[in-house]
Nanobody, 124 residues
């Protein structure tokens, strides 16, 4: 099993920045892909960004491309999501997820492990 714990959420004004962290523990050798998803009230959970654990491939949703950056620190078993130029529509609960697959997937079904989520609120 892999346990994931997110942190770093909070409230910020539009145009501001936040950095989310995801700490992985347990059988982290089973993790080959890390993804960030978000879910706003009344909406489905959606893909935000993903990276292979090696870092050689990243992927972003069009809505965050150029504003968000996903990264990881293998030595610390940590993943990060740097969010800049935040907009009110970025408001959601953000989830870290991990998968044993070797390619980044945008569908939640392909991820094996999930964190509990962290709230991000962007005010206008």
């Amino acid at each position: 099993q892999v346990q994931l714990v997110e942190s770093g959420g909070g409230m910020v004004q539009a145009g501001g920045s936040l950095r989310l962290s995801c700490e992985a523990s347990g059988r982290t050798n089973r993790m080959n892909v890390m993804g960030w998803f978000r879910q706003a009230p009344g909406k489905e959970r959606e893909f935000v960004a993903g990276t292979t654990w090696s870092g050689d491939t990243t992927s972003y949703a069009n809505s965050v491309k150029g504003r968000f950056t996903i990264s990881r620190d293998n030595a610390k078993n940590m993943g990060y999501l740097q969010m800049n130029s935040l907009k009110p529509e970025d408001t959601a609960v953000y989830f870290c997820a991990a998968a044993g697959r070797y390619t980044i997937a945008v569908l939640t079904d392909f991820y094996d492990y999930w964190g509990q989520g962290t709230q991000v609120t962007v005010s206008s």
